[in-house]
């Protein structure tokens, strides 16, 4: 009752404008919690590989087919995005993905760097490459370029110049990248 008698005591153009106030405020609280990317863990690694993803990271590229790049947060050298909805992420440096462990998951071998692949579910894909010191993991959601490998290209001679083969071979014989 207090409430109401207090809601009454004020002028009437602030009394009709108070539930459109309110509304807006609740709407516009719910966009900015909503518009967010979700953030990209960076994952955990030795030394060695955070050097390596260091590199890979100032080496990539400011746009990736026409998508700007647009770093998930909190920052991190490990991690890495193009685009807004749907983008496409980069991590570097995590453990062995297990699509690596599936021979049914050889992937392609673009611009000299062999990825393995798996759908993501959601008529993605997912990528990682194989036979490098640090893994690098791109995940391409559906409908971000009109082909799903598209954006692989962007990323070989970042990877090739950043990340070396474990096995010593050039980087031309990449039909085993995968593995």
Known sequence: MA?????NRLPAPVRWLALPAALLGCTAWMVVSWSGDPDVPAPAQDAETARYCAALH??????????????PSPASPYTAAWGSSPR???????DRPDLLNDTDRKGPCVDEVGWGL???GAGGYRFATGM???YVVVE???GAY??????????SDAIRATV?????KADSDCLDDAS
């Open 58 to 71: 100032a080496a990539l590229p400011a746009e990736v087919l026409g998508h700007p790049r647009e770093d």
């Open 146 to 155: 009109p082909n799903y490998a598209d954006p692989l290209g962007s990323f």
């Open 3 to 7: 409430s109401r008698d207090l809601l």
């Open 164 to 168: 070396p083969r474990i096995d010593g």
């Open 118 to 120: 798996t759908e993501d």
């Open 88 to 94: 496409t992420v980069m991590t570097c440096g995590a």
């Open 132 to 134: 490098r010191k640090a």
């Open 140 to 142: 391409v959601p559906a």
